[in-house]
């Protein structure tokens, strides 16, 4: 629901399906208004975290729920550093490993989607587990396969089905449903056999990831009744998985592209990297304020990547208005992120890759705020926000000091088309990643 649509109607309008009324938001100010809205801040429930986890997380709970887990994933972000160097430091160790797979390759045609999933994915392991995974480890392909099939499912009819009402009385009894029940049920197992080994030298007063800080809300849940289950732990870490891979992975795929159809640019970062960083260390983020040009070059894979188009639905929790416009209580509210970086007003010549738009005259990061939201807003934006700048930005630049990325002679011409899923994935592709001397 583009432009068109927006031209038309207006910055807020509505659409009637099937008994639901899905309510479309165009333009920052409109999105930040209603975002900021306290009563649009709830999640439409979710049959098959219902039905599988009896659990919904932080990313579909609602109300007093959703409160208590996002303090549980704050406080955990918090007390470990996950905002700061520390976390960088973890990071840098994965992309590390990265680099190592990549040259193996020794400048020849592959498909980066697996590697850079595995990657990502280790970093959450880490952070969620205590442990990263040899990449051919088969505990680990087995997690990253459910999780990545739920993210192509879930993105999907599938997704739909799941919040349209009465819907799920019968898609429980389709394929694609029953499968992403079972991915579940395996991503549960996994995270049980962890919480079981974590269970035998557990310290509370020493957690040491993600796990142990959940056990310790769980030991304090039972003495002061608050409502913290294994099941909503379960679902929690699925959405750290989903939140912290899938558009960090997506991100850094959509920059190999346009680094691959963009060498002119491609060298410029090059030349800026090496002439602040230099040859013998990789880029940190303490050089990032030295590296004008590269941060515009994410900025604008943030922009034309566009990976997650219309964020997660919210649902107003009573009637309300945006922008003067009637909501009707349980109205799902999306909003058109991904047209904000293509608004020709704030962006001329929306369609073409130029990092030189984010600039000043002296070549610097322009002072003028761009609302491109790729987090979203609000109470219920992305509190992985940091997490994911980090990741990009420290597997991006360290593969771009590394390796120069080219299109395979016999490749078919670069396609800048996206798959609509979770997030704007692009259509599988190869590249040539050549060593730089």
Same mark, same amino acid.
Request: hydrophobic fraction near 40%.
């Given at each position: 629901?583009?432009?068109?649509?927006?031209?038309?109607y207006?910055?807020?309008?509505?659409?009637?399906?099937?008994?639901?009324?899905?309510?479309?938001l165009?333009?920052?100010?409109?999105?930040?208004?209603?975002?900021?809205?306290?009563?649009i801040?709830?999640?439409?429930?979710?049959?098959i975290?219902?039905?599988?986890?009896?659990?919904?997380?932080?990313?579909?709970?609602?109300?007093?729920?959703?409160?208590?887990?996002?303090?549980?994933?704050?406080?955990?972000?918090?007390?470990?550093?996950?905002?700061?160097?520390?976390?960088?430091?973890?990071?840098?160790?994965?992309?590390?490993?990265?680099?190592?797979?990549?040259?193996?390759?020794e400048g020849?045609?592959?498909?980066?989607?697996?590697?850079?999933?595995?990657?990502?994915?280790?970093?959450?392991?880490?952070?969620?587990?205590?442990?990263?995974y040899?990449?051919?480890?088969?505990?680990?392909?087995?997690?990253?396969?459910?999780?990545?099939?739920?993210?192509q499912?879930?993105?999907?009819?599938?997704?739909?089905?799941?919040?349209?009402?009465?819907?799920?009385?019968?898609?429980?009894?389709?394929?694609?449903?029953?499968?992403?029940?079972?991915?579940?049920?395996?991503?549960?197992?996994?995270?049980?056999?962890?919480?079981?080994?974590?269970?035998?030298?557990?310290? =509370? +007063?020493?957690?040491?990831?993600?796990?142990?800080?959940? %056990?310790? #809300?769980?030991?304090?849940? $039972?003495?002061? !009744?608050?409502?913290?289950?294994?099941?909503?732990?379960?679902?929690?870490?699925?959405?750290?998985?989903?939140?912290?891979?899938?558009?960090?992975s997506?991100?850094?795929?959509?920059?190999?592209?346009?680094?691959?159809?963009?060498?002119?640019?491609?060298?410029?970062?090059?030349?800026?990297?090496?002439?602040?960083?230099?040859?013998q260390?990789?880029?940190?983020?303490?050089?990032?304020?030295?590296?004008?040009?590269?941060e515009?070059?994410?900025?604008e894979?943030?922009?034309?990547?566009?990976?997650?188009p219309?964020?997660?639905?919210?649902?107003?929790?009573?009637?309300?208005?945006?922008?003067?416009?009637?909501?009707?209580?349980?109205?799902?509210?999306?909003?058109?992120?991904?047209?904000?970086?293509?608004?020709?007003?704030?962006? =001329? +010549?929306?369609?073409?890759?130029?990092?030189?738009?984010? %600039?000043? #005259?002296?070549?610097?990061? $322009?002072?003028? !705020?761009?609302d491109?939201?790729?987090?979203?807003?609000?109470?219920?934006?992305?509190?992985?926000?940091?997490?994911?700048?980090?990741?990009?930005?420290?597997?991006?630049?360290?593969?771009?000091?590394r390796?120069?990325?080219?299109?395979?002679?016999?490749?078919?011409?670069?396609?800048?088309?996206?798959?609509?899923?979770?997030?704007?994935?692009?259509?599988?592709?190869?590249?040539?990643?050549?060593?730089?001397?």
């Open positions: 629901m583009g432009t068109s649509y927006y031209k038309t207006g910055p807020v309008y509505s659409v009637g399906l099937v008994g639901l009324s899905l309510v479309i165009h333009g920052a100010e409109t999105i930040k208004e209603a975002f900021h809205n306290k009563f801040c709830d999640r439409p429930s979710v049959k975290l219902k039905h599988v986890l009896d659990g919904a997380g932080v990313a579909f709970s609602s109300g007093e729920a959703w409160k208590t887990q996002r303090r549980i994933a704050m406080t955990f972000m918090r007390d470990f550093g996950l905002n700061r160097t520390d976390f960088e430091d973890q990071v840098a160790v994965e992309a590390g490993h990265l680099l190592t797979e990549v040259a193996k390759h020849r045609p592959f498909s980066p989607y697996v590697l850079m999933a595995n990657a990502v994915s280790n970093v959450i392991c880490k952070v969620v587990f205590g442990t990263r040899d990449y051919d480890d088969p505990q680990f392909k087995r997690l990253l396969g459910a999780i990545y099939r739920n993210i499912l879930i993105g999907g009819v599938t997704g739909a089905l799941q919040v349209l009402p009465g819907a799920h009385v019968f898609a429980r009894f389709l394929p694609p449903v029953r499968e992403t029940g079972e991915n579940l049920k395996l991503i549960c197992e996994f995270t049980r056999d962890v919480l079981e080994e974590h269970k035998k030298d557990f310290d =509370p +007063e020493h957690p040491r990831d993600f796990i142990d800080v959940y %056990l310790r #809300e769980m030991e304090a849940s $039972s003495v002061n !009744k608050s409502n913290v289950n294994m099941n909503d732990m379960y679902a929690t870490v699925g959405d750290l998985f989903v939140a912290g891979t899938e558009a960090t997506t991100s850094v795929r959509w920059g190999m592209i346009y680094m691959m159809a963009h060498p002119e640019i491609q060298q410029r970062v090059q030349d800026e990297i090496d002439s602040v960083v230099g040859r260390r990789f880029p940190t983020m303490a050089d990032r304020p030295r590296l004008p040009y590269t515009a070059v994410m900025l894979i943030f922009r034309l990547g566009n990976v997650v219309l964020g997660a639905p919210h649902q107003a929790s009573q009637d309300t208005t945006i922008g003067g416009y009637h909501i009707s209580k349980g109205s799902l509210v999306f909003a058109n992120l991904g047209m904000l970086g293509l608004d020709e007003k704030v962006f =001329p +010549e929306p369609d073409k890759f130029k990092p030189e738009r984010f %600039l000043d #005259e002296s070549g610097q990061l $322009s002072n003028r !705020k761009y491109l939201l790729p987090f979203s807003t609000g109470p219920r934006m992305c509190i992985g926000e940091q997490m994911s700048r980090t990741e990009l930005f420290v597997f991006f630049t360290r593969l771009i000091h390796f120069t990325f080219r299109k395979p002679t016999l490749a078919p011409p670069i396609s800048f088309k996206g798959v609509a899923g979770i997030t704007w994935s692009p259509l599988p592709f190869e590249i040539c990643a050549v060593p730089r001397k």
